[in-house]
Nanobody, 119 residues
């Protein structure tokens, strides 16, 4: 059974920083892509940043402020968020495309972690 466990959310003032982490557990053969999405109240869930084996992709609204990185040895993806703005407030979800034992290839979501940017 594959699980994604997120950590690192919280309350921060505008201009501050947070680092989110997401660790995948289970008997994993390969992780193709890992990423972060966010959903604000009353809005749809949108892509924030995605990393594959060869590239990264960011939403225009976070370019230059957020950095996604990946530790393949730990099956973990990180999202460093700098210069946070109130409009970054949302529940942040980790997503991963994983090939695992007994399951094959599937798409997984974490439970979500709240990020609130407010003074």
């Amino acid at each position: 059974q594959v699980q994604l466990v997120e950590s690192g959310g919280g309350l921060v003032q505008p201009g501050g920083s947070l680092r989110l982490s997401c660790a995948a557990s289970g008997i994993i053969f390969r992780i193709n892509a890992m990423g972060w999405y966010r959903q604000a109240p009353g809005k749809q869930r949108d892509m924030v940043a995605v990393v594959t084996s060869g590239s990264t992709n960011y939403a225009d609204s976070v370019k230059g402020r957020f950095t996604i990185s990946r530790d393949n040895g730990k099956n973990t993806v990180y999202l460093q968020m700098n210069n946070l703005k109130p409009e970054d407030t949302a529940v942040y979800y980790c997503n991963a495309d994983i090939l695992a034992k007994g399951v094959g290839r599937a798409d997984y979501w974490g439970q979500g972690t709240q990020v609130t940017v407010s003074s």
